[in-house]
């Protein structure tokens, strides 16, 4: 069944600039179908048509019949006054409509046995306890407490709130609804790590259809089963996930190219031979003429095929400076309060030259607020923040700030950097300001594309800590990709606070979680580090659970068939395993090496590698009773 039929959909908002020229899309019930293209391709224009906001100029919009349609972007004025739990419980409106018409009918059986008001409380009643009118509450906490809406949020004022917390607490409100078809409008923007990963999971038992439009790569690969990305107005459909579109994309790329250069090579050899045939034309061969004239004709219907383009690469990168000495940076007994709210105390911690590191943790756990420190920007409560000698920062604020936002960007430029106005010209070119844009007010340009702005002042400053406070919010996929490949060449010492998953398992060889006032320092990858969060969870429950009932034991220890023979026969068969599962162990530290820039690979890789170490452990603990029996037998 068709649940989103989307045909021949034409806009522009300038005459003579279609947005969109002939987009067509078909969604199936059920389908999680991922809209991609960069900032101002139309995506948002698309959910604003599907839920009547925007007309479409041409083309039409079908909704199956009787679906509910729910946007996240899309956030509703609600009476002055409301809490943030009046809002959420706008999703129970037809339910808390039942219950009161129950309470009337209730009331009315009282006075009286009328059969049809008996029929229809029963038959209300049958629909509100199928439509869970029982456990609202329950479903209400669960989806809070997923997306981190405390109880203490639940009585604030809605309009108070920031338009991040509307977004989080509407999609709270779209979940409730249990709407048929979800509009995702970039979902994870204002979510940490563990309300995305709810999300994620949500979207997983979610029965509707999912049509969302994200950045946000390991969200794409993990939700979405299909992809249509916008291209030129129309819709390049891809069956697949984000990793299977890259890779398709690239393929389809390399073919085109490989088909125009074919057809560029015919057209050469056409021309050639019009050439002659024109040659042959002035000695009098009519029949000749004719037959160039044809050629050229067909060779003008060829020209039509442009040659396949593609984004182009940062032809940039960071100036570095040499680091001298042992240490980067040394945080010890660091202590930063608000009031009465402590974020964190007791911080111990020491960076060496080279290491990568992700700072992760919940919104307001103080992550930006330790950046500030390090920069200088905040005083701790007590405690001291040491860098290196030779260290010189490169910051990238998660708020951007220009001293003088009423100049253009190359002004910006010449004034910040040492360097000629075609000099200028050219790094703000490799950012994709081209033409016009670079004579535009800095106060003009979109939250990411001042980002783009203030990365490509930093490129031409020598540094070797380079601290990146959320680098990829607001940019479109292209972009995150441009700042990829810049922090790829770069090869200092980094620092980032990140909730882009595909940046920090690309990038991180550390991570510090922030949470409850301490930092987890962990040594390793992103992937490495769920896999180490989870042994630890199942390790916690398996502590907390009740211990199974042991067998009674005979007083006397019965004797091991076989003996002491016996004892050392499985004793040498447990060593051997344990050899062989460390040498497997050691294959997947070499297989993750490989697999370094393949994400999903390396997921598989510590899947297997987890397990592998579990066994490893069990193979561990046989072995030393084994050793110590025989020990024993032996006397």
Partial sequence: MIDIQ?????????????????????????????LLGPNGAGKTTIFRMMTGQVRP???????????????????????????????????????????????????????????????????????????????????????????????????????ALSGGEKTRINLARLILEDTDILLLDEPTNHLDLNAT?????????????????????????????????????????????????????????????????????????LEA??????????????????????????????????????????????????????????????KKSFGERVLFDHINLDVAGGERIALLGDNGTGKSTFIKLIMGEEAPDSGSIYLGPSIRIGYLPQIIHFDRPDRNLVDTMLYAQNCSTQEARDRLASFKFRGEDVFKQVSALSGGEQSRLRLCMLMDSRINLLILDEPTNHLDIGSREWIEEAVEEYGGNLLFVSHDRYFIEKFATRVWMLEHGQITDFHGSYTEFRAFRERQEALKNAKTAPEPEKPKEDKLKQKRPGGTKELEKQARAAERAVEKAEVRLDELAQEAEEAASDYLRLQEIYKEREAAEDELAHLYGEWERLAAELEEARG
Avoid at 20 to 32: M, N
Avoid at 201 to 230: C, Q
Avoid at 279 to 303: C, H, P, S, T, V
Wanted: hydrophobic share 35%; aromatic share 10%; net charge negative.
């Fill in 197 to 269: 990963e709810w999300l994620e999971g949500y979207l997983e038992r979610f029965k509707g259809t999912v049509l969302a439009i994200s950045h946000d790569r390991w969200f794409l690969d993990k939700v979405v089963k299909r992809v249509a990305e916008i291209q030129d107005g129309k819709a390049e459909l891809y069956s697949g996930s984000y990793s299977f579109y890259v890779e398709e994309k690239e393929r389809r790329y390399q073919e085109r190219l490989k088909q125009y250069e074919k057809e560029q090579a015919k057209i050469s050899q």
């Fill in 273 to 334: 031979a019009a050439e002659q045939m024109r040659l042959w034309a002035f000695k009098g061969n009519d029949k000749q003429y004719r037959r160039a004239i044809n050629m050229e004709r067909r060779i003008e219907r060829m020209r039509t095929t442009d040659r396949p383009t593609k984004e182009r690469k940062l032809s940039t990168r960071f100036g570095e400076r040499e680091f001298h000495g042992d240490e980067a940076l040394v945080v010890t007994e660091l």
């Fill in 6 to 34: 989307l045909t021949g959909l034409v806009k522009e908002f300038e005459v003579g600039k279609r947005i969109l020229d002939g987009f067509s899309l078909q969604v199936d019930q059920g389908e999680r179908v991922g």
């Fill in 57 to 159: 100029d041409e083309g039409t919009i079908a909704i199956a019949p009787g679906k509910r349609l729910g946007l996240i972007s899309q956030i509703p004025v609600y009476p002055a006054g409301y809490t943030v739990r009046d809002v959420l419980d706008t999703a129970f409106a037809p339910l808390h409509a039942m219950e009161e018409e129950l309470a009337r009918l209730a009331a009315s059986m009282a006075g009286g046995d009328d059969p049809a008001v008996l029929a229809r409380y029963d038959q209300l009643a049958a629909a509100f306890e199928l439509g869970g009118g029982y456990d609202t509450e329950t479903r209400l906490n669960k989806v809070c407490n997923g997306l981190g809406i405390g109880a203490d949020m639940r009585e604030r004022p809605f309009d």
